[in-house]
């Protein structure tokens, strides 16, 4: 099995909502839900969270059936996961250990995500750093991902708390 040995890229990303509301987003299911999945046209399956250091959650994102080739991990049109916290530290600072549930090895092994939040100007700054990716993800690719899971967080998170009740604050 090979892994990058230290791929650590920073993404940031400035919210007007408070820590402790970006924190909520990041681990309570119905939250966690709404923005995850990078690409609007995919699913999310249903999901737990247990919020405590060596708990965690277990989530599938499912391709859609539009999408021209099947690149899932798990399955052609499946990426299954399991992410386990490895530090919770309310609302500042999340470390994730996720694995993919895939017979490839290009997937196999551990990759950590360190998620910090800091108070800034009456709202969030969010850093996301990766470590360790499998080398069946290309880091181009995560980036990109996470960019756009962060996009949607922002929709909701930033949303007033009467709007926040609809995914995304869209009111219809």
Excluded: H
Excluded at 121 to 147: M, S
């Amino acid at each position: 099995m090979t892994t990058t040995p230290l791929l650590s890229f920073d993404l940031d990303r400035t919210y007007s909502a408070p820590p402790e509301r970006v924190w909520s987003a990041f681990t309570r299911a119905e939250l966690l839900q709404r923005w995850i999945c990078p690409d609007p046209d995919w699913n999310v399956s249903a999901c737990e969270v247990d919020p405590r250091t060596g708990g965690g959650y277990r989530m599938s994102l499912f391709y859609p059936a539009s999408e021209p080739e099947a690149t899932g991990k798990t399955t052609a049109r499946e990426d299954r996961f399991t992410a386990r916290y490895v530090e919770l530290t309310p609302p500042d600072r999340i470390v994730e250990a996720i694995t993919f549930d895939s017979t490839a090895p290009a997937f196999a092994g551990e990759m950590t995500m360190v998620v910090t939040l800091e108070e800034r100007e009456g709202g969030a700054v969010v850093t996301i750093a990766f470590e360790k990716l499998p080398p069946g993800i290309r880091p181009e690719d995560n980036e990109a991902g996470t960019q756009l899971a962060l996009e949607k967080l922002a929709r909701y998170v930033d949303q007033p708390a009467d709007r926040r009740s609809r995914p995304f604050g869209i009111v219809r």
